[in-house]
């Protein structure tokens, strides 16, 4: 137990949940250390600031989060982690920043640990799932009985995140399609770069989480926490779902990529096409213009009254000459 009467370091909120009365109460944000004294059938949710230095030796007062668990809740790493052991679960989830007046599409990062009556969740940005977990809780506590139901929860928003960020890019990539296959032709590829960018670490994030959730859903029963196997198995079937979306979304992409790339060659090829002809059509009077032009002795239309004239008659002969070779040769 927490003995010492100090306020919680880095404390974003926290609830204590009573599974007998089915309620949950939240801890005012100066709630000290001995708030979290728990008497009863029920669990506590821990949801901590990383920014506060004091977070990592806080947590290691409690007796039942060994050191594994704690360098999890704290770590820096930008990778998705989910880890089965004696009953808990810990490791680090994906989810996106959200910002003070609007949300964004930065990967963020949630590190969590679920216990039999405790669950723990850290970040260092504010994230846009989370505190939808949160406004969910307080809506209807009835329904969390267990911390796991709460982790569920947690990957369910941003199972739903997910789905809103596929409309949000499929909304962006139907109007770049509209350009693409319309009449002019644009460089599209600078608004495509982002919208590629951001599809494909949302598909390789996805595919992450699903291959962790898969293999912990494969571990053996006595490491499990009561009643992973069930949420483990319809958060697969969420995120296979999603998945499926992404990818398609990813390959709208890339099509729309090689499209783009396909018609200005197209246009590259024209554009040198047409300086082609304007340099075979302009050669022969070069060359006209460069025979009267030697100031050699003896040219010829040098001393008549019409030399200019049939110097130019010769340059028109071999422009029209040049296009007969051409038509002949089957160019034009």
């Not at 926290?14 to 005012?28: G, M, V």
């Not at 820096?76 to 994906?94: F, K, P, Q, W």
């Not at 499990?224 to 969420?238: I, Q, W, Y």
Request: glycine share 4%; with cysteine.
């Amino acid at each position: 137990m927490l003995s010492i009467v100090q306020s919680i370091p880095g404390l974003v909120w926290a609830y204590t949940f009573d599974q007998e009365q089915r309620s949950c109460r939240r801890l005012p944000p100066d709630a000290t250390r001995a708030d979290l004294r728990f008497v009863g059938n029920g669990f506590r949710w821990l949801h901590l600031n990383l920014a506060d230095q004091r977070v990592a030796a806080f947590l290691e007062e409690f007796p039942e989060l060994p050191s594994a668990v704690v360098s999890a809740l704290t770590t820096h790493e930008t990778h998705a982690s989910i880890t089965l052991e004696d009953g808990m679960i810990y490791g680090t989830l994906v989810d996106f920043q959200r910002e003070f007046d609007e949300e964004t599409r930065d990967i963020g990062w949630l590190h969590f640990a679920v216990c039999d009556n405790l669950l723990i969740t850290t970040r260092l940005q504010p994230l846009r799932s989370i505190d939808r977990v949160r406004a969910a809780v307080e809506k209807n506590p009835a329904r969390y009985r267990q911390p796991i139901d709460i982790f569920e929860l947690i990957v369910a928003e941003f199972q739903r995140t997910l789905i809103s960020l596929v409309i949000e890019l499929t909304e962006e990539l139907n109007q770049i399609e509209d350009v693409v296959y319309g009449a002019t032709t644009q460089d599209e590829r600078r608004r495509l770069a982002p919208v590629r960018r951001t599809v494909v670490r949302l598909h390789r994030h996805l595919r992450t989480v699903l291959t962790l959730l898969r293999r912990a859903a494969a571990a053996d029963d006595d490491e499990m926490p009561h009643g992973f196997d069930d949420v483990a198995g319809r958060l697969t079937s969420r995120l296979e779902a999603v998945d499926h979306d992404v990818y398609a979304l990813q390959d709208r992409a890339r099509l729309l990529h090689e499209e783009i790339d396909s018609k200005l060659s197209s246009e590259t090829n024209r554009h040198l096409y047409i300086l082609s002809l304007m340099t075979a059509f302009l050669l022969p009077p070069s060359l006209v213009t460069g025979f009267f032009g030697m100031n050699t002795s003896a040219l010829p239309f040098a001393n008549g009254e019409h030399g200019t004239a049939l110097a130019f008659g010769l340059m028109a002969l071999s422009v029209f000459g040049a296009w007969w070779l051409l038509k002949r040769a089957g160019i034009l």
